[in-house]
Structure formats: C-alpha cells, structure tokens
C-alpha cells in the first residue's frame, strides 16, 4: 500500500507570491499522480494528472512535476481564488490514497 | 458534460447502513475504460478512497472498509451506489461519487458531494 505524505501542512503566503507544494510517496509512482484544489461546498477540482498534465481549463500558473517519489505542485502567482486545499492523489496500484493535505492560506 | 449527482439519507443511526446513489449524466456507466468510485472527508480531515467499480462489473476496496462496503452499478437507470454497514460516529462525511479513467488520470472528475451524518 502506498502512503502519501504532504509538507508543509499549511503555507500563509500573499496574493501574487510562489507557491511551491510537496508530495511524497512512500513507494515509486511512474506516472499515476495528480493534483487536486478542494473548497467548501465544491467538488474536488483535478489540477494535474499524470504528474505534470494540466486538466481542461486550469491556468498555465499551475504546473505539476517529479518523478518516482517526489512531487511538487508550483503555484507560479497566486491569485485570491487559489486559497484552498490541496491534496496529492496516486492511482500506481490498489489502494487508491490521497495525501493529507496542504492548506493555502492567505497571510 | 458529465454530471454526478449523489442522493441518499443525510442522517443514519448508528450501527446501521449507509446507502447513497450516484445517478450520471452525460456519460455511460457501461462505456470500456472506465471506474466509478466513492471518496469521501470526514469534518476537519483529508480525503479518502473507498473503492471503485469499473466498466465491466469487478470492484476494488479499501482495505480499512472492505468488510463493511459494497458498490454496485445499476446499468439500465445509469447509476452506481455505495453501501456501508455498521456505521459510527467515525463515518460522518461528506461522499463524493466521481468518474476514474483507466490508464491514465485524465478522465478523473467528482461530484459536488452530500454530507452524510451518523447520529442517533
């Protein structure tokens, strides 16, 4: 079973700043990886798959990279609707799991 | 443009069973390549897998759930349902039903989510 561990847990940053996310997993994952954003009332919203892929509609400031168990999440200029939380999410083999978490918060 | 709608109770009791339905539209739930699955957060906490069904009918589960889940498909209404038996104060949550893509993430995406609460 592969255990995602998410750092830091929150990050207070301002609009306009870099955001830099990290996801590590407790064994390799060649490629089944991706991002999601998650706010209160909404349906978890899929960033990057598959590592580095942007989904439909998400601006290029998101960007996804890392290899084997090492991953981040760039947010290159946050912008106010990006304060949520953001979990990491691997689908290299049954079980499915999601990391922890990281909370953006607005400093 | 898929959509996926969650219903059921949003109170239990105690040690009984937690049923929810997720009804899809604009996507088959027999279409090749494709899982349809249940995540859900409990109050405060991250998010969690619970299992999947695919195209074809096999499932997979968490094993910290599988002795008390269920998920089946009910192809002819478009719908697939998560049962969980003995639940407790632990199981409250909000339950997502979403769309899995076979080989790749890509095809990823999760309802809004109904909050389900086990109370007496």
């Known amino acids: 079973e592969i255990v995602l561990t998410q750092s830091p847990a929150t990050l207070s940053l301002s609009p306009g700043e870099r955001a830099t996310l990290s996801c590590r997993a407790s064994q390799s994952i060649n490629r089944y990886l991706a991002w999601y954003q998650l706010k209160p009332g909404q349906a978890p919203r899929l960033l990057i798959y598959d590592v580095s892929n942007r989904a439909t509609g998400i601006p290029a400031r998101f960007t996804g990279s890392g290899s084997a168990t090492d991953f981040t999440l760039t947010i290159s200029s946050l912008e106010p609707e990006d304060f949520a939380v953001y979990y990491c999410h691997h689908r290299q083999h049954w079980p499915e799991s999601f990391g922890p978490g990281t909370r953006v918060d607005i400093q | 443009q898929l959509q996926l709608q969650e219903s059921g109770p949003g109170l239990v009791k105690p040690s009984e069973t937690l049923s929810l339905t997720c009804t899809v539209s604009?996507?088959?739930?027999?279409?090749?390549?494709?899982?349809w699955g249940w995540i859900r957060q409990p109050p405060g906490r991250g998010l969690e897998w619970i299992g999947s069904i695919y195209y074809s009918g096999g499932t997979h589960y968490n094993p910290s759930l599988e002795s008390r889940v269920m998920i089946s498909a009910d192809r002819s209404k478009n719908q697939f349902s998560l049962k969980l038996s003995s639940v407790t104060a632990a199981d409250t949550a909000v339950y997502y039903c979403?769309?899995?893509?076979?080989?790749?993430?890509?095809?990823?995406?999760w309802g809004r989510g109904t909050l389900v609460t086990v109370s007496s």
């Open positions: 979403g769309r899995e893509q076979s080989g790749t993430l890509m095809g990823d995406c």
């Open positions: 604009g996507d088959s739930i027999s279409r090749s390549g494709y899982y």
